[in-house]
């Protein structure tokens, strides 16, 4: 079902029997007719495994599963919301930031060294991503949060998009990211522009960027 | 993006947002009662009188209810703009005709005179009565809604004409076995959606967008009188009223004797 948003930063869901969605423990703000939210010990969808690979990689965010029929809005701690239509293709995101979801989705877990070995790892640690990061995957909305507003930047493979890393919110699509550092003998001796570690994004598909370099 | 927009007093609207933060009232020999702080800047002639001053007696009389938490609001006299801010919320003026408005005591910040506030019988909560216009603060900007819907209580700014406020405990997970496991071992914890204020009748009810409160502002205590909820302090009920924690229980602990 999609989200509807009611302004930048509240969104609205429409459940019906049958459907089931995901959201983050503590978003809902109200609702109309007979909805239930159940707390999700496995913290999304998948068996026992699925769970314990969350919980080893540190992206076990509580969530609750929102079920029966009416409809619900979602916010959260005063974040900027930005809804993400997914048409088969994979987005990457940090747990965390995840509002709310669709239960059609498929939700898996990533290292990051498998997207460039070591240096997958190292970007992992300059994101603030980790060592892992949350795949939703499939066709379905997501709500995804940040702080400021978000815009989205299409990537082309003719085009690559530079992204600081704190700004960095999330990705879909067929997309190659590495880090590119322009360390020189300036931030040795600590006078550096500060913009040393840009994320690096290349392929086919779209970046979302949060306008603050602040974390959730 | 366009240049800043440099106001002037002629310039500046009238009883209207400048921006979505900041809100400007006019004054032609009229009175205003705002709370303490919230006034930014102000062109012309504007006297600011803590409420109680002597003169004001006869306009409190009739439009300032809680003399308990009078030292809160001060009232703006004489001509000119004035305008209203606070850090950062998003601020709207709201009308009222003939009507009523329940609001949570933090997030009113003016309203005109022609306005009576007085204190709810829902602890924390003023009431506006009359004709006239005020200005409240939300987090994020405000949603109308029509009841019947169940809020939650952080989201919940307040309420307008009478629909009827209630609470709603929405425990469904914790029956059959697994909640029972659920709610003896705290495993899986708790949705933190088991409580909802429910509202049914008719009416209007406003919703801000996030769960971040406005800091309460102290709606004075209630004499205490039986028959007056919340008056006094410390009823049965009320013992060891702790702050809850993310994570805990809910009161399901004190139900069960945890």
Redesign the interface.
Same mark, same amino acid.
């Given at each position: 079902m999609p989200f509807r948003e009611v302004n930048s930063k509240m969104v609205e869901a429409t459940v019906g029997p049958g459907q089931k969605m995901f959201s983050q423990r503590g978003a809902m703000l109200a609702y109309k007719g007979e909805v239930s939210f159940t707390p999700n010990i496995q913290g999304g969808q998948g068996g026992l495994m699925s769970m314990i690979g969350r919980r080893v990689a540190n992206e076990a965010t509580p969530l609750m599963t929102v079920e029966g029929s009416g409809t619900v809005m979602f916010g959260h701690g005063g974040h900027h919301i930005q809804v993400i239509n997914l048409q088969g293709d994979t987005l990457y995101v940090e747990a965390d930031r995840l509002l709310a979801f669709d239960g059609s989705l498929q939700q898996g877990t990533m290292f990051m060294g498998s997207q460039g070995g070591v240096m997958g790892m190292v970007r992992g640690q300059v994101t603030g991503q980790g060592l892992f990061t949350t795949t939703l995957k499939g066709h379905g909305a997501v709500a995804v949060m940040a702080h400021g507003g978000v815009i989205e930047l299409p990537i082309t493979p003719q085009r690559p998009v530079h992204v600081d890393p704190q700004a960095y919110v999330a990705h879909h699509g067929d997309v190659r990211n590495k880090l590119s550092t322009a360390l020189g003998w300036r931030d040795m001796v600590g006078r550096g522009s500060g913009e040393a570690f840009q994320l690096e994004l290349s392929g086919q598909g779209a970046v979302y960027v949060q306008a603050s370099e602040e974390k959730l | 993006m366009t240049a800043p927009v440099i106001f002037d007093p002629y310039s500046l609207p009238t009883d209207d947002n400048v921006n979505k933060y900041t809100f400007c009232v006019e004054l032609k020999s009229s009175q205003w009662f705002l709370q303490k702080g919230k006034m930014i800047a102000y062109y012309g002639q504007i006297e600011f009188n803590g409420v109680g001053h002597g003169r004001l007696d006869r306009l409190l009389r009739t439009s300032f209810h809680s003399p308990l938490h009078a030292g809160d609001w001060v009232v703006a006299d004489g001509s000119g703009k004035m305008l209203l801010a606070d850090r950062a919320f998003d601020v709207n003026s709201y009308d009222l005709d003939d009507g009523n408005l329940t609001i949570r005591s933090g997030n009113l910040l003016a309203y005109q005179p022609s306005l009576a506030l007085k204190q709810s019988i829902v602890p924390g909560f003023l009431t506006l009565i009359g004709t006239g216009k005020f200005v409240a603060a939300s987090?994020?900007?405000v949603?109308f809604?029509e009841p019947?819907? !169940?809020?939650?209580p952080q989201?919940l700014v307040g309420w307008a004409d009478c629909p009827s406020p209630c609470h709603h405990y929405?425990h469904?997970?914790m029956t059959g076995v697994l909640g029972g496991i !659920?709610s003896l071992t705290g495993?899986?914890?708790?949705?933190? @959606? @088991?409580h909802?204020f429910e509202f049914v009748g008719a009416g209007t009810?406003l919703?801000q967008?996030? @769960?971040?409160l406005m800091a309460e502002q102290a709606t004075g205590q209630v004499a205490n009188e039986p028959g007056v909820p919340g008056g006094g302090q410390g009823g049965p009920g009320q013992a060891g009223a702790a702050p809850r924690l993310?994570g805990q229980l809910g009161d399901l602990q004190r139900r069960f004797g945890l």
């Open positions: - | 987090n994020g900007p949603v809604m019947p819907i !169940r809020v939650d989201a929405d469904g997970y !659920r495993l899986g914890g708790t949705s933190g @959606e @088991e909802q009810v919703l967008s996030t @769960e971040v993310p």
